[in-house]
């Protein structure tokens, strides 16, 4: 497993008795902070959705924001995949676009569509008008966290928010987008107006986190879904700023923080190096290459392509052993897919996977 000469043994000053372990000892976050793990963590970006029968089942009458604004809900969802799989961390329940919602945007999630927003912001009277998130918008999201982690015990909870040009591209185009044209047009265009709209929605998705973390989540993730569509000039002058302040924006709260983003290859430094402990690696760049890229500083997570998860298990199965493989080589690994499980994935296979990862990483006795 992973041997940093950097990576120290801790050992609980407790009687184990009267502290059992406690999250810091998980594997998820000691591979995310570089330490030896006796196997690799894992978990599954869209682990809770609808590939489970029990998740189709909770939903079926309410609405995707009403069931991520419920406590009980959110609990109970966020738990399935953990029951179900073993996974390693779950993953809150939620969506990047619940905070814009709480701090009062007027958008919905749309079935088979995602996220559309009523009045896309366009003009400096439109970002005028969107308002700054507080802790008192979220109390719910709070409770859920706390309740979530009473539940989880000793497995972690990963919060996460999405990081400003992802939430951008929402706003401006109004809703799911291919080519991110109005986005890129207001980038380019009117630059001081693009810079305050990244700097409002930072502020926004590091208060989201915030309230996450300290209700009880033990890493953040900060999904950059779309930015592979930028060039690295581009996300240098344009993004990387307002994603670094949400991350340095986290720090002193001392939980891990994992940056991904799809088709980000040529960004993986620069997105490592924004304030990240971990960096996402999706299946287009082999976590060997991640690691050389990021100058083996960084702990790296990923990355089977979800569209394996259909494979005859021969092809699947050596496919994980090779990632676990080149795991190995990094200074930590969190085991993942290169981007969400999508819909129509058979649960078995990716409870299948779990074990194959565990039972491939394990310390040889
Ligand atoms: O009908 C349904 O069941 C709604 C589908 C759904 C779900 C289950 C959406 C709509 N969001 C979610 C939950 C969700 N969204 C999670 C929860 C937990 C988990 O991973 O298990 C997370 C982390 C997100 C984050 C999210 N939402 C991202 C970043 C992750 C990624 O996939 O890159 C993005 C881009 C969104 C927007 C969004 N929300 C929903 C959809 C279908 C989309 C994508 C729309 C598009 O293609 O632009």
Same mark, same amino acid.
């Given at each position: 497993?992973?041997? $940093?000469?950097?990576?120290?043994?801790?050992?609980? #000053?407790?009687?184990?008795?009267?502290?059992?372990? %406690?999250?810091? @000892?998980?594997?998820?976050?000691?591979? *995310?902070?570089?330490?030896?793990?006796?196997?690799?963590?894992?978990?599954?970006?869209?682990?809770?959705?609808? $590939?489970?029968?029990?998740?189709?089942?909770?939903?079926?009458? +309410?609405?995707?924001?009403? $069931?991520?604004?419920?406590?009980?809900?959110?609990?109970?969802?966020?738990?399935?995949?953990?029951?179900?799989?073993?996974?390693?961390?779950?993953?809150?329940?939620?969506?990047?676009?619940?905070?814009?919602?709480?701090?009062?945007?007027?958008? @919905?999630?749309?079935?088979?569509?995602?996220?559309?927003?009523?009045?896309?912001?366009?003009?400096?009277?439109?970002?005028? =008008?969107?308002?700054?998130?507080?802790?008192?918008?979220?109390?719910?999201?709070? =409770?859920?966290?706390?309740?979530?982690?009473?539940?989880?015990?000793?497995?972690?909870?990963?919060?996460?928010?999405?990081?400003?040009?992802?939430?951008?591209?929402?706003? +401006?185009?109004?809703?799911?987008?291919?080519?991110?044209?109005? %986005?890129?047009?207001?980038?380019?265009?009117?630059?001081?107006?693009?810079?305050?709209?990244?700097?409002?929605?930072?502020?926004?998705?590091?208060?989201?986190?915030?309230?996450?973390?300290?209700?009880?989540? #033990?890493?953040?993730?900060?999904?950059? #879904?779309?930015?592979?569509?930028?060039?690295? $000039?581009?996300?240098?002058?344009?993004?990387?700023?307002?994603?670094?302040?949400?991350?340095?924006?986290?720090? @002193?709260?001392?939980?891990?923080?994992?940056?991904?983003?799809?088709?980000?290859?040529?960004?993986?430094?620069?997105?490592?190096? *924004?304030?990240? @402990?971990?960096?996402?690696?999706?299946?287009?760049? #082999?976590?060997?290459?991640?690691?050389?890229?990021?100058?083996?500083?960084?702990?790296?997570?990923?990355?089977?392509?979800?569209?394996?998860?259909?494979?005859?298990?021969?092809?699947?199965?050596?496919?994980?052993?090779?990632?676990?493989?080149?795991?190995?080589?990094?200074?930590?690994?969190?085991?993942?897919?290169?981007?969400?499980?999508?819909?129509?994935?058979?649960?078995?296979?990716?409870?299948?996977?779990?074990?194959?990862?565990?039972?491939?990483?394990?310390?040889?006795?």
């Amino acid at each position: 497993m992973s041997t $940093s000469p950097t990576a120290e043994t801790t050992t609980t #000053s407790e009687p184990a008795a009267t502290s059992g372990p %406690t999250t810091a @000892d998980s594997t998820l976050v000691r591979a *995310a902070r570089r330490q030896p793990v006796p196997r690799a963590p894992v978990w599954f970006m869209r682990q809770a959705g609808r $590939s489970l029968p029990e998740y189709r089942a909770i939903r079926e009458h +309410v609405p995707m924001l009403e $069931s991520c604004r419920t406590p009980d809900l959110v609990t109970e969802i966020t738990l399935q995949p953990v029951r179900r799989h073993g996974v390693d961390a779950a993953i809150f329940f939620s969506d990047i676009v619940v905070p814009l919602q709480a701090a009062g945007v007027d958008l @919905d999630i749309v079935p088979g569509t995602g996220p559309v927003v009523a009045e896309p912001v366009r003009t400096r009277a439109d970002l005028d =008008r969107l308002p700054e998130l507080t802790p008192e918008h979220v109390p719910d999201i709070t =409770r859920s966290v706390q309740q979530i982690v009473a539940e989880l015990g000793a497995t972690p909870l990963i919060g996460f928010a999405g990081a400003p040009f992802t939430l951008a591209s929402y706003l +401006v185009e109004g809703g799911p987008s291919k080519n991110h044209e109005r %986005t890129k047009a207001m980038m380019h265009g009117d630059p001081a107006l693009w810079h305050d709209l990244c700097a409002r929605l930072a502020q926004i998705s590091r208060t989201f986190l915030r309230v996450q973390i300290e209700a009880g989540a #033990s890493a953040v993730q900060l999904f950059d #879904s779309w930015v592979g569509h930028l060039n690295r $000039s581009d996300y240098l002058r344009h993004v990387e700023p307002h994603s670094r302040s949400v991350l340095e924006g986290v720090a @002193d709260l001392g939980v891990p923080r994992i940056h991904f983003g799809v088709g980000t290859g040529e960004l993986l430094l620069q997105m490592a190096q *924004a304030g990240a @402990d971990v960096i996402g690696v999706d299946y287009r760049v #082999s976590l060997t290459d991640a690691v050389e890229r990021t100058g083996g500083r960084y702990a790296v997570q990923g990355n089977l392509d979800p569209a394996l998860l259909f494979a005859p298990w021969p092809a699947l199965e050596a496919r994980v052993r090779e990632i676990v493989a080149e795991g190995r080589q990094a200074p930590g690994h969190i085991f993942n897919l290169g981007h969400g499980v999508l819909p129509t994935t058979d649960p078995e296979v990716l409870t299948r996977v779990v074990q194959l990862v565990h039972e491939a990483s394990a310390l040889e006795a």
